[in-house]
């Protein structure tokens, strides 16, 4: 059996200059890296302005596990299945963070015969985004250091510097720092630390700005310091947002790539949904809504992180309206969420699998809250039997929901076509009675007590949210700030709708606690952290590094 980066290479790639002009740009709307990479042009937003949105696909996912779901998979697989069935589909997703990458969870380019080419450069430099992100992040640190040293104007107060250093590598060792050491010359000593750059609220900003002055406003608007009085301390004092923006001038532009059967597909900005809001960049879910007559977009995670974001977050500053959800899982997964061991997950067990389906049903339930049609789509293994794959299809009918069995990952686009048929005739069913009414779940308006408050029952059916003496602290200086009335985003564990990761299914008699508040001004939303989630992570015993290797001709092997 082929590995994924056996089948990547041996795909028969299209120059991008093709997959270009096989959505009507030309040679003077790309900007290319290379034969199989092209970033698009600010010519390309002018050229399509006026032109009608397609429709609006999210594709997220019940709570992942450790047997996988497949979500990035099951999304290129969808839009690989869109060509099939002759529609004009676009894919906008994430780009992978170097992190996780070397880490654990892999990279983001799909799986099998439903993979986003060339994937080698997508899951390493790819198009130095990243790079630049952790540039723009890191020259606000260094000028926040240079003013102290060379007088300190704004009297920063060394103690109160909330603006952290930023790398794209899970490296635990750089969570908590001391800066400074070494003499006079080498700048006032202070504590600081690193948070991974997918963390950075660069990453935020750069994947919700419209333009590049929004961009260099946002930038100016973020939080990061306090003075000795008490008072905020914006980026834009310290006068770097110009420098930042210039760093960040071709990072805001989308990139364009092509899935195995030559589709195309836009890759741009890659927050984490358990750390930050979980999606990919407006532009790139905007403009391929102007150039598809369906754009397939995905969020991060479960559907109470990355969907929730999506939803709350994305779609109230982009102005932008989905018309379907496609809810992936796999049995495997739910019967690990019934109580089965990851070794035990290949054998049937039905009476596992009806115990813990109740995770799919709450993530159907909570994405109808916002007005949205749902499609289940599992992902399907060799090991799933006929009794299993009847009690998935049972569920969907009860709650009124197509179900797809996909072989995406074997076959590719053929083995999605009945999922893309459903997709569109579920919303074409939902256009005609009336059925899509999307809206967020709560007013930003509303005080950020009650906001939290909603999610937590609504989304993650908690009995309430507790705030610790700190996150009531840091919303007292929030509210002092006037900066309440924007969105939440919650850093929540990825594995449980509850904040403790080893709760499985659906949890009960459960509160989710908030230890601490940070508002992300220039992104325009507040940061509520719950459990144990750290914004760096760090790598596990086996780190998926040790496999990957480079011969003497430049040829990878190991990469998932």
């Not at 990279?107 to 198009?127: K, R």
């Not at 000028?143 to 909330?162: A, V």
């Not at 969907?307 to 997964?333: H, L, Q, Y």
């Amino acid at each position: 059996m082929l590995t994924d980066i056996e089948i990547a290479q041996g795909a028969k790639m299209k120059k991008i200059t093709d997959i270009a002009a096989g959505i009507g740009l030309d040679t003077d709307d790309i900007e290319q890296y290379g034969q199989y990479k092209a970033k698009l042009s600010e010519s390309v937003y002018r050229k399509y302005e006026n032109a009608p949105d397609g429709k609006l696909i999210l594709v997220t996912a019940i709570n992942p596990t450790p047997a996988g779901e497949g979500k990035t998979t099951v999304s290129v697989g969808l839009a690989q299945a869109m060509a099939k069935i002759g529609k004009k589909a676009m894919l906008a997703l994430r780009e992978p963070s170097l992190g996780p990458v070397f880490g654990i969870k892999g990279g983001a380019a799909g799986g099998g015969y439903s993979q986003v080419v060339p994937m080698e450069d997508i899951n390493l430099h790819f198009t130095g985004d990243m790079h630049a992100i952790t540039a723009a992040n890191n020259l606000i640190c260094a000028m926040i250091d240079n003013h102290i040293h060379q007088g300190n104007e704004l009297r920063i107060d060394c103690r109160r510097i909330i603006f952290r250093r930023c790398l794209d590598m899970n490296d635990r060792a750089l969570r908590n720092t001391v800066v400074g050491l070494g003499g006079k010359i080498n700048g006032f000593p202070r504590e600081d630390g690193f948070q991974i750059t997918v963390a950075s609220e660069v990453m935020a900003i750069l994947c919700l700005a419209s333009s590049l002055d929004d961009l260099k406003t946002r930038i100016g608007n973020i939080l990061v310091a306090y003075n000795l009085d008490g008072e905020p301390v914006y980026a834009r004092e310290l006068g770097v947002a110009g420098a930042a923006t210039a760093l960040l001038k071709d990072a805001l532009k989308p990139n364009l790539v092509q899935t195995l059967e030559n589709n195309p597909v836009f890759i741009h900005g890659g927050p984490f949904a358990n750390i930050a809001h979980g999606c990919n960049s407006v532009r790139a879910t905007k403009l391929a809504l102007k150039l598809g007559d369906y754009c397939i977009t995905e969020a991060g995670f479960g559907s109470d992180l990355g969907a929730e974001k999506f939803f709350d977050i994305k779609c109230r500053f982009a102005g932008i309206k989905p018309s379907c959800v496609v809810m992936v899982a796999t049995i495997r997964a739910l019967k690990y969420n019934g109580g089965v061991p990851k070794t035990e997950l290949t054998a049937e067990n039905t009476e596992a699998l009806k115990k813990g389906i109740v995770n799919l049903r709450t993530h159907i339930e909570n994405m109808k809250k916002f007005g949205v049609p749902v499609v289940v789509a599992i992902n399907r293994f060799h090991t799933d039997t006929d009794a299993e794959i009847a009690v998935i299809e049972e569920t969907c009918r009860e709650m009124n929901v197509e179900v797809s069995l996909t072989e995406i990952f074997a076959k590719g686009g053929e083995g999605g076509k009945d999922l893309a048929e459903k997709v569109c005739s579920t919303i074409e069913k939902a256009e005609k009675n009336g059925e899509i009414n999307f809206a967020p779940i709560y007013d930003e308006k509303l005080p950020v007590k009650e906001k939290l408050d909603i999610i937590a029952r609504e989304i993650y059916r908690a009995d309430g949210v507790i705030f610790t003496a700190q996150a009531e602290k840091s919303l007292k200086e929030i509210e002092k700030l006037g900066l309440t009335d924007i969105p939440v985003c919650v850093a929540k564990t990825q594995y449980s709708l509850s904040d403790d990761s080893s709760l499985l299914g659906k949890p009960e008699n459960f509160k989710i606690t908030v230890r601490d508040l940070k508002v992300s001004s220039g992104a325009g939303f507040i940061v509520a952290y719950t459990g144990d989630i750290m914004t760096m992570p760090g790598l596990p015993k086996q780190p998926a590094a040790l496999k990957i290797d480079c011969d003497n001709d430049g040829n990878i092997t190991g990469l998932f």
